[in-house]
């Protein structure tokens, strides 16, 4: 189980977008996709079967896990993310600071 996955809001802690939050749109092992997070410029060649034209194309480039950490709308910061057992014997996320679950 990861503590990270895709859909989950996050802050940046380091790195050149230090301080932003944004969507998890992809997770690939230990790194991610946030939306409008790490933008980066593609040189890209047309492809007429896809109907795809060519040119620069700005998009998003993976960024590490360990550069970003869970947002806690609540406390409205990062916070890190821990892993609790309950009674029923499901297995949830938690923030640490506040023992709060963050999967509903």
Known sequence: MNRIRKGDQVVVITGKNKGQKGEVLRVDGDRLVVQNINLIKRHTKPNPQANQPGGIVEREASIHISNVMLFN??????????????????KVRVFRASGEVVDA
């Not at 609540?74 to 309950?86: C, D």
């Open 73 to 90: 709308s609540a406390a409205n910061k990062g916070e890190r993310v821990g892993f609790k057992k309950l009674d029923d014997g499901r």
